[in-house]
């Protein structure tokens, strides 16, 4: 690692990439990695410019690599190749700080760390249908929940509306490939009213008689 360091900033060593170097090595906490954050110093840094990042995309170093893939202003081919990188946490740093990461980086990154996924998403490119079918059996019920809201979902939607996390049953309620009857019939069932009452089956007329049910109370 000192010899990897040590290639990856020569001397004289210029701070502010000093400080992104280390800020790129992954850590044993909740979020895995800390972002990168400018001017909350007793010194305030200034980031390094763009093209000392775009060298760092194309270095055989990993090191640079992995501190370009925190760079949120990265062109088209520097961030497909970063994409593409052997090494998963080059991959993980690009999905947690460039907004053109590509949808399957999204996937993974939060997949691995749950501490990221609020942020990752928010995402525009997040995917949210098409999704693996085997996030319906995964441990842990965010990645179910992304399963039960897939809209294009072809496994047992009732397994999942049984599912033992509420946000997971509130999701397969609200999926639109269940039947208007189905729909229908959760509506009724006041732990899933809320799931069912979001789901696009349900037609304009029986939803105006839920707010107007809302409204009587």
């Not at 700080?97 to 997040?126: E, K, N, Q, V």
């Not at 809201?149 to 997971?168: C, I, K």
């Amino acid at each position: 690692m000192v010899a990897a360091r040590a290639a990856a900033d020569p001397a004289p060593r210029d701070p502010a990439r000093g400080r992104v170097l280390d800020e790129t090595t992954p850590r044993e906490s909740p979020y895995g990695f800390r972002r990168i954050d400018f001017g909350i110093v007793d010194e305030p840094l200034d980031a390094p410019d763009t093209d000392w990042y775009l060298a760092c995309a194309a270095s055989p170093l990993l090191l640079l690599r992995r501190a370009a893939a925190t760079c949120p202003h990265l062109d088209g081919p520097a961030v497909r190749r970063l994409a593409a990188d052997e090494d998963e946490t080059v991959r993980d740093l690009l999905a947690l700080h460039h907004l053109d990461a590509p949808p399957a980086l999204l996937l993974d990154a939060h997949l691995r760390h749950p501490g990221h996924r609020d942020r990752l998403r928010l995402r525009p490119a997040f995917p949210q249908s098409g999704l693996p079918a085997g996030l319906a059996r995964h441990a842990d019920h965010q990645v179910r929940e992304l399963a039960a809201a897939d809209p294009e979902f072809d496994g047992d939607l009732e397994e999942l509306l049984a599912d033992p996390h509420r946000t997971v049953r509130l999701a397969a309620a609200a999926n639109p490939r269940l039947g208007p009857e189905r729909v229908a019939e959760l509506l009724a069932d006041p732990e899933l009213r809320e799931g069912a009452a979001a789901n696009p089956q349900l037609g304009e007329e029986r939803l105006h008689e839920l707010l107007d049910e809302v409204l009587g109370e």
